[in-house]
């Protein structure tokens, strides 16, 4: 269900139908048959056709989406190595908190399926931190606790607590 969870989200925030997902048995990589037959493989992709084959429009100019496509991509070659990496996962968060300093979400002012993929992506890492390192990436925390409120986009994943106050002086 957990390696679902992304899916599901995407689907349902841009109303599409899920049930064509399957993960292949070999590396779990995501599968989706589209209309005209053809499989679509990997995370990005999958995602990328779950949010255009839904019934609300994402509203994205070229510039959008090739926006949208870097973060999915950078989710797939940075965020997914968290995990195996402590070094890379500071830098990780860093950049993203960073990045976040003066915008509500990744890409335009309304969540896209970056802000999902990146989401559930980051899930597993915002769980094991502090609340002191939770408010050492302030921007990425005020995403992070923006997202989650919105169970279309949280799906089965436990909603984490943030402070609204500083408990910790720099």
Not at 44 to 54: D, E, K, M, N
Not at 99 to 128: C, E, M, Q, R, W
Request: charge should be positive; aromatic fraction near 10%; glycine fraction near 4%.
């Amino acid at each position: 269900m957990a390696a679902e969870a992304p899916f599901l989200a995407v689907s349902e925030y841009f109303q599409s139908p899920y049930g064509s997902v399957s993960f292949a048995k070999k590396d779990q990589l995501p599968m989706v048959k589209t209309k005209g037959g053809k499989t679509v493989t990997g995370v990005s992709t999958v995602a990328r056709h779950l949010s255009q084959a839904g019934t609300v429009s994402c509203g994205l100019t070229l510039e959008d989406q090739a926006a949208v496509d870097q973060w999915l991509e950078y989710h797939v070659t940075q965020v997914v190595h968290c995990g195996q990496n402590q070094q890379l996962c500071t830098q990780v968060l860093q950049e993203l908190n960073n990045y976040l300093s003066d915008k509500v979400y990744f890409v335009t002012h309304h969540p896209t399926v970056a802000d999902i993929i990146l989401y559930h992506g980051l899930h597993n890492i915002f769980t094991k931190l502090a609340f002191h390192d939770k408010e050492k990436y302030v921007h990425l925390s005020r995403w992070f606790n923006n997202i989650q409120q919105d169970k279309r986009l949280r799906q089965s994943l436990q909603p984490l607590t943030f402070s609204r106050t500083s408990l910790y002086s720099s």
